[in-house]
């Protein structure tokens, strides 16, 4: 029952404002590739970008207790750098998608990125209602 539902809240999330996300993201993914010392936030945010693409159906949870000492420490860095400023926009821009009653599936799925953009080394992205993956691939 939730896979159409989540078809038509993704479908209406992309063209009001997940497309215009997720090419941010995608942008700030490749200028920290560039940056080779940043290439970590670089993967986060293109790992960032397809959950703001197609964000309903999915979850971000963290990895457990396998994030580093450098990913606290990266972590640290991307709040007072960047994540302070993400997550601000994260919340001026879900305010008005408040504003009727189709948008606040939207503002609450635009409230849901704030974690993993103030925050985004050790976390991952996994369906809704799954379990953390398992394995060095995770």
Do not use: E, Q
């Not at 989540?6 to 063209?15: R, T, Y």
């Not at 000492?69 to 990266?74: E, H, L, N």
């Amino acid at each position: 029952m939730n896979g159409p539902v989540n078809l038509i809240l993704n479908i209406i999330w992309l063209v009001f404002g997940g497309l215009w996300l997720a090419l941010g993201y995608l942008l700030a993914g490749i200028v920290c590739c560039v940056l080779i010392v940043t290439i970590p936030f670089g993967l986060a945010s293109f790992r960032i970008a397809s959950y703001a693409l197609w964000p309903f159906g999915r979850t971000i949870v963290d990895r457990g207790g396998r994030t580093g000492f450098f990913s606290t420490i990266g972590n640290v860095i991307w709040i007072v750098v960047a994540g302070i400023w993400i997550a601000l926009g994260h919340v001026l821009t879900a305010i008005p998608m408040f504003v009727s009653i189709i948008g606040i599936p939207l503002g609450i799925a635009n409230l849901k990125l704030i974690p993993v953009s103030l925050v985004p080394l050790g976390k991952v992205i996994v369906p809704s209602g799954s379990r953390l993956p398992m394995g060095p691939a995770a």
